[in-house]
């Protein structure tokens, strides 16, 4: 089942979780474009923060570099990635035949997603594909690292041993329904778990009881993530336009109470309280941050959480 | 039912620009009930033809006919004798896409264009709102969710759903409009007492009997070639 | 005339000659008088009698009343008879005896007259025998004037005699030709002589000076010979002749006028609103008592003496008076006036073989028929009391046992009528319609009536017969899915129907009993399946495109103008009437009436300007006067289509023109029509 020391993966993510500690990750967006510089520049802000970053794919379907291209790149300059899959794009053939690239390009964790519908994003007129949805790529993938079966039932040459992740949503509907559906996500094969973007702590924490009645939180690691705000014309506008993200009110009276030169500040600060209160929330073991196109603020969120430096688990 | 919408005019009316004697053909059935394609859609889109031509200064014959459905041969036949008889040289079918293909299948060198634009298989909500409820896979997977099908009414087809787009109740493709679809199911399998099988797995499914496996036909063995009618 | 619905409306169905009403209603609103007048005369010869005095079934049954008040039935036919009298003079036509066989009618009420005029028009040689110097029997002499005007009478009669029919008037059978000779002379004899005697009652004092019979009393009266009357004057009795005597009596100038009657005022066989009528013109009403004694003093009337009537009718529903001797009342009167019933003269068939028992003509009801071969019966001396058109029915069934004897030798057993009606309007439908107030007339003022026998109900204007023509439901006339429709039961019919008619079960039905053919559904319906029963507007542009076929294409004034136009809204027939091809051609405004313009579907919208329309102009009804629930929300939902359309196919949204009427039609119309064109030519000249 496991590989040598009983890692499943041997990722670097992995080995920080397996340790006991605080996991830290990011969220790092190729280019629109073969921007290797661009995307080089970003790495190199984030390098030496977070134990891997998140690249993403094809984000709320707009085109960009390919998340296994970009990856590749992150394993080159030294920060380990997390390749995100949707299953938007490609259909189970490709997916299996990237997740094999990939891992030849020495990724070793991948998120698995259903990914935005293309209506979002630059190409609302593309065909999709959905031959699968996230739960179901999850078990494909699962299937070939343990089994070692493609999901024709084939035998996979060599082993790919990889980490894989879910996101979770907590501020979507039903409610009653967000931690099974999590729970399926994790039976499915999700190693970890990174939520989406925490503002209404309440809500989050009555999810964090679900999962952990249904003991999900010693089956999975996971992360809660967060966004800082940048200002308040941001934060409205992803009360109005996110869906499944509401900010409170409160929150966003408190940014506005700040001159606008100082939001971002307050921003962050807001982050920082709230990963100091989620730090004693049983059965978060990471953070994921998600400051979107905010990469050179990771370092300093980071320390002044006082998770920095980043361990070096062997 | 099939569902359909009329083709803007000026497309039809591009496709004709050629042709002296049109037929314009409803169908009786599925585009009569859903209000796109029946008798009286077939009068007016001849008319508004007759009129746009004779403006362009064109002297072409247009025609109206209506079948009771453009999928059978039966009823098919005596349009395509209408059509060699009176020397129609190119027909507009307002009937879904299978009537286009039935009708060009058999009617030789002449034309057949779509009048309507063929959407999907909806059920009648409330008067005037038709909603896509069956996307034809081939192999119906309703029984596992409470007789509503994730396939059609899901934007992103998911069969472990709602995905975290789902609001309220509403769907985030379209708030205003779509219900989430999961939601539903969610809802339905609680009123059924079946909620403990939404922690089910839904395997990958098999795309085969969908329009993925190639081109569908259904044989129905105790009516297929008799013998005796191929005799006479 | 061909009926519309194999039911009957339940106006026709309680007509005792099934005039033809929706359809005679439907030509006032088209404007075409003449063919209503044709509709009436068809079954009824005395069709202005009835304008006037008809107890009006029709309206009794009109199943508008569920939702607010019949149609004016009476009016209208008045209106009719009023207006086309031109018409009708020339629609006159003499019919030549070409049969040979010849018939005697003894007696020239509705229903002797009825029959003589039914027999000539088969060419039979009919001769009346009248033994007045006038026609029409109590029409002529036992109807006061203020109901009937002698002209109104008359040119119902003038009618019938224009057949060739011979009468012999002052001529009495009995006396002045004897029964034997007719029988001698002709093939056939109809005894219609009617009740024309009233009865007497034997109680003391009833020989005084000052008693009078009710029929010979009108009948002075309506020739201009009235009786002397005292000051005081009671009528006894509670039908309908029994109030006519009263306010015949009371327009003679006595200071009192009182009737009683055995009947509780709710039994009292009168019509409600004749009672009223009287009571009105201060005739006072004493219900259940019955007369006991007349009072007399030296041979003179002086009072009357009554006692309780405690029950009319026994259980058998049968005239068996009870009275409460010990309860009496009496009261000084002058004059007494009996009319408590009437009978037949059958004097003449003293020394005939014709069979008479008690007084009674003894005949067979099914064949019209007396005791001897040859010899038939209709008319009140055969069903007893009864109305004017139940006269006229028996008239026209005699007619037919007549001809049948003639032509065969055999007695005619008249079929049992079996009439399916449309039946009653549910109450579910009739909440959903629309209240339109019934147009009604003021009778002249009770004080200034009394004083003479001038009529006292004017009849309808002609913006009243229109406007409450347009009430009828039109019943049984409604949607029909036709018989060639591709119906695909899509239920757009159930959906859009205003009063929850239509119902689709395989495919759609329109119940005639409840359809209040609005023609919604038929202007909605994909299939173009459904048709309307009456006012047709399926065919709307093939009889556009044949109007414009016959104009001169060159000649015609343009921009043409195609305008739909709301017929309700006409307030006289200017522009109900059809216009010719050089008023078109003049004009350019082709004029399209439909009775409401919420029924005419996209197709009829789009397809003048194929037809070489400039414009189209639709002026439907003004602000909230539409007869049907939810047309106003269609139409203008439609126009809105039609216009994107219309943009679409290049003619221009704009060329679509809504109006609503204000003020009347011929007023505002012009003026829309005037808009259309000047509207038009700036948008050409832009």
């Given amino acids: 089942m496991t590989s040598t020391n009983g890692l499943k993966s041997g990722s670097n993510l992995e080995k920080v979780f397996r340790a006991g500690h605080l996991a830290v990750t990011c969220e790092c967006g190729p280019p629109k474009g073969a921007d290797v510089e661009h995307l080089k520049k970003k790495i190199q802000m984030i390098k ?68 935005d519908h293309q209506k979002f994003g630059n190409h609302p007129f593309a065909r999709n594909v959905f031959d699968m949805d996230s739960i179901q790529l999850l078990s494909m993938v699962r299937t070939i690292r343990d089994e070692g079966k493609v999901n024709s039932g084939e035998p996979v040459e060599g082993g790919v041993k990889m980490f894989f992740g879910a996101a979770a949503n907590p501020f979507a509907d039903p409610f009653e329904f967000r931690a099974i559906r999590m729970g399926k996500k994790i039976y499915a094969g999700a190693d970890f778990i990174q939520t989406q973007c925490i503002y209404d702590m309440p809500r989050f924490k009555e999810f964090m009881k679900m999962a952990r009645d249904m003991g999900l939180h010693e089956k999975a690691f996971i992360m809660a993530g967060l966004t800082p705000l940048k200002s308040v014309g941001m934060a409205r506008y992803m009360n109005r336009n996110v869906s499944g993200i509401t900010i409170p009110e409160e929150m966003i009276k408190r940014v506005a109470g700040v001159p606008k030169d100082k939001q971002a500040d307050e921003g962050i600060k807001i982050c920082l309280e709230q990963m100091a209160e989620l730090k004693e929330e049983e059965g978060i073991r990471g953070f994921h941050i998600m400051a979107i196109e905010w990469e050179e603020r990771i370092p300093e969120i980071v320390e002044r959480a006082g998770l920095y430096p980043r361990p070096r688990v062997d | 039912m099939i569902v359909a919408d009329p083709k803007p005019f000026q497309e039809v009316r591009g496709f004709l620009e050629n042709y002296r004697k049109i037929l314009i053909l409803g169908c009786g059935t599925c585009v009569t009930v859903c209000l796109s394609g029946g008798e009286a859609q077939a009068e007016l889109l001849a008319s508004g033809l007759r009129i746009a031509f004779k403006k362009d200064g064109k002297e072409v ?18 349009v395509l004798e209408r059509v060699k008889k009176e020397g129609i040289d190119a027909v507009v079918t307002l009937a879904c896409g299978v009537g286009v293909n039935f009708l060009s299948d058999r009617i030789g060198a002449v034309p057949v264009f779509p009048g309507v634009n063929t959407t999907f298989y909806g059920g009648n909500v409330e008067a005037g709102l038709w909603s896509e409820m069956c996307a034809g896979c081939g192999e119906c997977i309703t029984y596992l969710t409470g007789g509503i099908c994730p396939i059609a009414r899901c934007s992103k087809h998911l069969l472990n759903g709602p995905c975290g787009g789902s609001e309220k109740g509403m769907c985030e493709v379209d708030p205003k409009n779509t219900e989430c679809v999961w939601q539903l199911i969610y809802d339905r399998m609680k009123l059924l007492g079946r909620l403990d099988e939404m922690r089910n797995l839904l395997p990958m499914k098999d795309w085969r009997p969908a329009m993925d496996g190639g081109v569908r036909r259904t044989v129905r063995e105790h009516i297929y070639r008799l013998s005796y009618k191929s005799q006479t | 005339m061909e009926k519309e619905s194999h039911l009957y409306a339940t106006c026709s169905a309680a007509c005792p000659v099934h005039t033809d009403t929706r359809e005679y209603v439907r030509r006032i609103s088209t404007g075409d008088y003449e063919g209503a007048l044709d509709v009436l005369l068809e079954v009824n010869p005395f069709s202005s009698v009835c304008g006037r005095i008809c107890h009006h079934p029709c309206e009794s049954q009109c199943r508008r009343q569920v939702i607010d008040a019949p149609v004016g039935l009476r009016l209208l036919k008045r209106f009719v008879v009023e207006n086309t009298r031109e018409y009708r003079i020339q629609r006159r036509k003499k019919v030549e005896p070409v049969l040979g066989r010849k018939i005697a009618v003894i007696g020239s009420g509705p229903s002797g007259l009825t029959a003589a005029r039914d027999l000539a028009m088969l060419g039979y040689k009919v001769t009346v025998f009248e033994k007045d110097s006038m026609l029409g ?13 002698v002209d109104a009478l008359q040119e119902d009669i003038d009618d019938i005699l224009a057949l060739g ?13 004897s029964f034997k000779d007719l029988r001698k002379e002709y093939d056939a004899i109809l005894i219609a002589v009617g009740l024309a005697e009233s009865h ?85 009403i004493m219900n259940s008592w019955g007369p006991k004694a007349i009072l007399e003093q030296n041979g003179k009337t002086t009072g009357i003496e009554f006692k309780r009537c405690t029950r009319v009718f026994d259980e058998n529903k049968r005239f068996n008076p009870q009275y409460d001797e010990s309860v009496t009342t009496s009261l000084d009167v002058d004059s007494v006036i009996l009319t408590i019933g009437q009978k037949a003269n059958l004097d003449f068939l003293k020394e005939t073989t014709v069979g008479v028992d008690r007084g009674r003509l003894i005949c067979d009801r099914e064949s019209c028929t ?3 071969r040859g010899v038939f019966v209709s008319g009140e001396v055969m069903t007893g009391p009864g109305s004017a058109i139940q006269a006229v029915a028996t008239g026209h069934d005699v007619a037919r046992a007549i001809h049948h004897y003639l032509e065969t030798g055999e007695t005619l057993k008249l079929p049992q009528e079996s009439i399916e009606t449309i039946g009653e309007l549910p109450a579910q439908t009739a909440a ?24 006292i109900e004017p009849g309808y204007t002609e913006a009243q017969a229109l406007s409450e023509a347009r009430r009828c439901l039109a019943c049984g006339t409604g949607a029909v899915l036709a018989p060639s429709a591709q119906c695909a039961g899509c239920l757009t019919c159930v959906r859009i129907c205003p009063y929850g008619v239509a119902t689709v079960e395989r495919t759609a039905s329109m119940p005639a009993q409840e359809c209040l053919t609005c023609g919604l559904c038929a202007a909605e319906c994909p299939a173009a399946g459904v048709a309307l029963a009456r006012f047709a507007t399926n065919r709307v542009k093939e009889t556009l495109e044949s109007i414009l076929t016959d104009c001169s294409a060159e000649k015609i004034q343009r921009p043409l103008v195609v ?49 070489g329309a400039d414009r189209v102009s639709i002026i439907a009804c003004h602000e909230t006067g539409c007869l049907y629930t939810g047309a106003e929300e269609l139409l203008e939902r439609r126009i809105q289509q039609a216009r994107r359309f219309l943009d679409e196919i290049g003619v221009g949204g704009e060329s679509l023109q809504f109006f609503r009427t204000h003020t009347s039609a011929e007023e505002s119309w012009p003026q829309f029509w005037r808009e259309s064109k000047e509207d038009l030519r700036a948008t050409s000249a832009a």
């Fill in chain 2, 61 to 78: 014959t247009v025609l109206e006919d209506t079948v009771q459905r453009q999928c059978e041969q039966e009823f098919v036949t005596p």
């Fill in chain 3, 370 to 372: 007396a005791t001897e």
């Fill in chain 3, 563 to 611: 305008s739909y136009c709301c017929l309700y809204e006409a307030t006289s027939r200017k522009y109900l009437r059809e216009q010719t091809r050089s008023e078109i051609e003049e004009t350019g405004i082709l004029r399209v009436m439909v009775p409401c313009v919420g029924r005419l579907g996209s197709i009829d919208l789009v397809s003048p300007f194929e037809l």
């Fill in chain 3, 200 to 284: 007497s009652l034997p109680i003391p004092g009833i020989g005084s000076d000052g008693i009078l019979l009710g029929i010979p009393f009108l009948w002075d009266v309506a020739n201009g010979s009235p009786p002397t009357l005292g000051d005081r004057v009671m009528v006894i009795g509670g039908g309908n002749v029994a109030i006519d005597v009263a306010r015949a009596a009371k327009r003679l100038g006595p200071s009192q006028v009182i009737m009683a009657c055995l009947e509780s005022r709710e039994e009292m066989p009168a019509w409600k609103w004749e009672i009223e009528e009287a009571e009105e013109e201060g005739i006072s």
């Fill in chain 3, 432 to 455: 959903r319609a629309r209240k339109f107030d019934h147009i009604d007339v003021r009778l002249t003022d009770a004080s200034q009536r009394i004083k003479d026998f001038s009529p």
């Fill in chain 3, 165 to 177: 029919i011979e009468s012999r008037l002052n001529c009495e059978v009995g006396k002045d030709v």
């Fill in chain 3, 137 to 149: 029997g109590m029409l002529a002499h036992a109807i006061p004037r203020y109901r009937l005007p």
């Fill in chain 1, 48 to 115: 030496g923060y977070v134990d891997a970053a998140n690249v993403t794919d094809n984000q709320t379907a707009v085109v960009r570099m390919s998340s296994i291209g970009a990856s590749a790149i992150l394993v080159q300059n030294g920060v380990e990635p997390v390749m995100q899959m949707v299953t938007r794009d490609r259909n189970r053939i490709a997916a299996q035949s990237d997740l094999f690239g990939a891992y030849a390009l020495g990724i070793r964790n991948m998120l698995c997603l259903t990914g």
